[in-house]
């Protein structure tokens, strides 16, 4: 009996030692993913409450800069350069940081995002953009800081900051005319070379349809831009369908092409391949 009981007041020992206390959080995590025409907008941030607290003039000073939510960076990431407030900005990822002011507010997109709150040190040569916005009053108030991409449009939404009866809206123009004309042209001029020689790779390495791995990497070559030489992993890619179909000849005087512009490139490891490929070949 004495033994029962010590085993069990171990697993009880054990399953207390190891379990986890699950609590909410002050400012619970947030994720916005938003697409503004065909621009991909996402946002990480932790979202504060005011719990009976003024927060513009007092949580929130005036005139100081805010990292803008509450715990890690407020990041913000776009798929492409966009522009803000009439200002370019780069695709990537940013720090979002503000600085309110009883009549304008500067929003500052900053390159630094591995930051605590803001940073110990402020580097203005790591300010991406900064715009200032006049802030809007609400009639209602919103407890919980709420930020997100509203108002939406094909080229362009709006980036609101709203907390409190506060908002501010940015505008975020995105380049929907000249990716979908891109996506457009592309589409209309048919595959591009790389689709072709990854059709004619799978199909190689798949054993299947040799016939049709060589049409599409011939059609690979002929898509190489005027003035660019072929690269020598598509000469590769086809002396090795030529050598599986049984073409040894063919093979070794497609190898030769490889061989010559994997030199000129300073490609030792295709230099190699195509050298051992060619000796192995003649010997059949």
Do not use: C, H
């Amino acid at each position: 009996m004495k033994k029962i009981l010590i085993t069990g007041a171990l697993l009880l020992a054990l399953t207390v030692g190891t379990a986890q206390v699950r609590t909410p959080q002050a400012s619970p995590m947030a994720k916005i993913e938003q697409v503004v025409g065909l621009t991909n907008v996402k946002i990480e941030y932790s979202r504060p409450s005011a719990r009976g607290r003024a927060v513009y003039g007092e949580l929130v000073p005036f005139g100081r800069l805010w990292r803008t939510g509450a715990n890690a960076n407020t990041i913000i990431t776009f798929s492409d350069d966009v522009v803000i407030g009439g200002k370019p900005l780069a695709a990537g990822k940013y720090a979002l940081f503000t600085q309110p002011k009883a009549d304008s507010w500067d929003v500052i997109f900053y390159t630094d995002t591995n930051n605590w709150g803001l940073p110990e040190k402020w580097d203005d040569s790591k300010e991406a953009l900064r715009v200032s916005v006049k802030p809007e009053f609400l009639n209602r108030n919103v407890e919980t800081l709420t930020i997100g991409m509203n108002n939406l449009d094909n080229n362009f939404g709006f980036l609101e900051i709203a907390w409190e009866k506060t908002m501010v809206a940015v505008k975020v123009e995105v380049p929907t005319q000249e990716t979908a004309m891109k996506s457009i042209q592309m589409a209309m001029a048919g595959p591009s070379a790389s689709d072709y020689f990854a059709a004619a790779q799978y199909y190689y390495q798949s054993n299947s349809q040799l016939e049709q791995a060589l049409a599409w990497m011939n059609q690979a070559i002929e898509k190489t831009p005027k003035g660019q030489d072929v690269p020598f992993y598509y000469l590769r890619q086809k002396a090795l369908i030529q050598a599986k179909m049984g073409d040894k000849k063919g093979a070794i005087e497609t190898a030769k092409q490889s061989l010559a512009a994997a030199e000129k490139a300073n490609n030792q490891d295709y230099v190699k391949m195509n050298k051992d490929s060619i000796q192995e070949w003649s010997r059949k």
